[in-house]
């Protein structure tokens, strides 16, 4: 039974992604080793460990306050209030590798905002 052209192209896209697999394993070892060296390079420059250890300690605290007031939740649709935890997620992320980083302060955290915290980022409650 003849294959059609399509058939045979794709046959021959199937034979020369075979062929070159063992390439392309190639091509992502080498990369993840050079990836790795790089990181070893960083860890000579600075021998205090973690970058992100050692840039924290370099943190000098501002004094400004961000206040973010959960009590509105109630208000919301479950969407609403999973979109308000990841932007709560973001702020805390980017406020923790700060240079200057503010107060962070949640206030009347509770109802559907709490329970979805908890529900699927359980480390929130070490949060400082």
Not at 68 to 78: E, I, N, W
Request: proline content about 2%; hydrophobic content about 25%.
């Amino acid at each position: 039974e003849p294959l059609s052209k399509r058939q045979r192209k794709k046959l021959l896209k199937q034979r020369l992604w075979e062929e070159q697999k063992d390439l392309r394993r190639q091509k992502r070892k080498e990369k993840r080793q050079k990836r790795k060296l790089e990181r070893q390079s960083k860890l000579d420059f600075g021998n205090e460990g973690n970058d992100r250890k050692r840039l924290r300690r370099e943190a000098v605290p501002s004094t400004l306050r961000l206040i973010v007031d959960c009590s509105f939740d109630d208000l919301m649709v479950l969407k609403d209030v999973k979109k308000l935890h990841k932007q709560i997620q973001r702020c805390y992320a980017e406020n923790r590798k700060a240079f200057h980083p503010v107060q962070f302060y949640l206030t009347s955290h509770g109802g559907q905002l709490k329970n979805n915290m908890n529900e699927n980022d359980k480390g929130w409650v070490n949060w400082k």
